[in-house]
């Protein structure tokens, strides 16, 4: 059982930067986690996984440069900083964790999520 609550969305303009924070906590420490994105209309993509334990990394191209992924393992948080943001980066931010290794950037692979905290990024 993990819980996961994310935390730091808001408004920003084009070019404008945010750093989304997500704390874990529950019986078990997951392997893999990762954040998700999804507008309204569109799927959930993902956009940054990372393995725990050694801290790899992984990014898909369209925000790969732009999006970091980072852990704090002392106090159980996952962030994700973003910088240089774009209007099509607007969407709901999701948290996602599970307990076996392998990085994943596919919803199906995650089985904890966080409640989601939104970006809107404006033109």
């Known amino acids: 059982q993990v819980q996961l609550v994310e935390s730091g969305g808001g408004a920003v303009e084009a070019g404008g930067s945010l750093r989304l924070s997500c704390a874990a906590s529950?019986?078990?420490?997951?392997?893999?986690m990762a954040w998700f994105r999804q507008a309204p209309g569109k799927q959930r993509e993902g956009v940054a996984t990372i393995y725990t334990p050694t801290g790899v990394t992984y990014y898909p191209g369209a925000v790969k440069g732009r999006f970091t992924i980072s852990q704090d393992l002392t106090k159980n948080m996952l962030f994700l900083q973003m910088n240089s943001l774009k209007p099509e980066d607007t969407a709901m931010y999701y948290c996602?964790?599970?307990?076996?290794?392998?990085?994943?950037?596919?919803?199906?692979?995650?089985?904890?999520w966080g409640q989601g905290t939104q970006v809107t990024v404006s033109s």
């Open positions: 996602a964790a599970k307990n076996d290794p392998g990085l994943s950037l596919l919803r199906s692979s995650y089985n904890y």
């Open positions: 529950g019986s078990t420490v997951p392997s893999t």
